[in-house]
Nanobody, 120 residues
Framework: QVQLEESGGGLVQAGGSLRLSCAAS????????IGWFRQAPGKEREFVAT????????RYADYVKGRFTISRDIVKNTVALQMNSLKPEDTAVYYC?????????????WGQGTQVTVSS
């Protein structure tokens, strides 16, 4: 059974930092593109960052670029999102996503999310 479990969310003041972790079980995270997405109340879920299977290539949304860093630990089968210089507009539920596509298939898994609240 595939499971993605996010942790590390919480309440932080503006300018502070949090480190989110996504622990994968039932799949080898290094064989998936892992991404972080977020959804604020009343808004659509939006892209935050992704890391490819090698861990060497990352991509970020413009609104987090320079503040957030995504990284993977192949041994621990986890992917982290280091969030610095947090802003109130970063407040959202953050979701981990694992995706793998092939010529005839697509595998797509989501975690349950972890709440991040940034106070002004």
């Amino acid at each position: 059974q595939v499971q993605l479990e996010e942790s590390g969310g919480g309440l932080v003041q503006a300018g502070g930092s949090l480190r989110l972790s996504c622990a994968a079980s039932g799949l080898r995270a290094s064989m998936y593109v892992i991404g972080w997405f977020r959804q604020a109340p009343g808004k659509e879920r939006e892209f935050v960052a992704t890391v490819d299977m090698s861990g060497r290539n990352t991509r970020y949304a413009d609104y987090v670029k320079g503040r957030f860093t995504i990284s993977r630990d192949i041994v621990k089968n986890t992917v982290a999102l280091q969030m610095n210089s947090l802003k109130p507009e970063d407040t959202a539920v953050y979701y981990c996503n694992a995706r793998r596509t092939g010529r005839f298939y697509e595998l797509n898994y989501w975690g349950q999310g972890t709440q991040v609240t940034v106070s002004s």
